[in-house]
């Protein structure tokens, strides 16, 4: 299962996608809350943007497809989400994948990383209403400096903006993560384990670029959380999207990961 990130869709998981295919794998690729043709079955659900609550999503997609284990992929939202759902609930998880995000114990911000993050503090509704295409392009140039996309690949991504929960599911995720919302009741209780420190017993991988002007480098250098099998790779002149930048090299590193489909007795995704 591979989860996206944020501002992006499942298009960013295309050449993986097919590289996966290729190799034997199953694939699913949903678009997460929020994104997408994704609708909240009922009004009063809380509109939350939270990684426990696009975990439980995962978890609840695998319970009502009847799969019991699954290869986990995930980059930017989709990666905080996968480490949450795979130190909550590793047994489900066989093999684990993360792009541009890392899993360490909370600490305070370095100045570096507070810059990279000055969009997380200039949100507000009204920011993302007036041209939120516009505003995600810039994250995506200024992110990935040296990454030359045409204007057609990111029109295909952001159709999944028009979601009319996008807006919501976004605010809610950046105010949630700093302390200036309240998490949905309904994950209280992950919540609580998370901010424990829980460690990841699952095998991961962990790719980011070099030229990640998003989360830079050295926020996943920390590998204290990993007790299970663990590797981190650096790619050079790669910025935060590495599936859609280099996606031979990264189809290359996931397939050597994951291994073989049915492997150790993987229900294999």
Do not use: K
Not at 24 to 35: D, I, K, S, Y
Not at 38 to 48: E, K, Q, V
Not at 211 to 239: E, H, I, Q
């Amino acid at each position: 299962m591979l989860l996206h990130g944020w501002p992006d869709s499942i298009l960013g998981w295309s050449d993986l996608v097919a590289a996966l295919n290729a190799a034997g794998w199953r694939t699913l690729v949903p678009f997460l809350r929020g994104f997408g043709p994704n609708r909240f079955l009922a009004p009063d659900t809380p509109r939350s943007g939270q990684a426990c609550a696009i975990a439980a999503d995962v978890e609840a997609l695998a319970d009502g497809l009847d799969i019991e284990r699954f290869a986990l992929i995930g980059h930017d939202w989709g990666a905080r989400a996968s480490y949450a759902l795979a130190a909550l609930r590793s047994e489900r998880i066989e093999r684990l994948v993360a792009l541009s995000v890392g899993h360490a114990p909370p600490a305070p911000l370095g100045l570096r990383q507070a810059q990279n993050y000055w969009y997380h503090w200039y949100f507000g509704e009204a920011a993302l209403r007036e041209d939120p295409r516009a505003l995600c392009r810039h994250l995506w140039q200024s992110w990935s400096p040296g990454w030359a996309f045409p204007d057609s690949l990111f029109e295909a991504a952001a159709q999944a903006f028009d979601n009319p929960d996008w807006i919501a599911v976004t605010l809610h995720s950046y105010r949630q993560r700093w302390g200036f919302a309240a998490g949905d009741p309904a994950h209280a209780t992950w919540e609580g384990r998370l901010a424990q420190g829980l460690p990841i017993p699952v095998p991961t991988l962990v790719l980011h670029g070099a030229d990640d002007r998003c989360n830079d480098p050295s926020t996943s250098a920390d590998a204290s959380l990993f007790v299970g099998r663990y590797r981190r790779l650096l790619l050079p002149g790669v910025g935060h999207f590495p599936q859609r930048e280099a996606p031979e090299t990264v189809s290359a590193a996931v397939l050597d990961w994951l291994g073989t489909p049915g492997q150790a007795g993987n229900r294999a995704l």
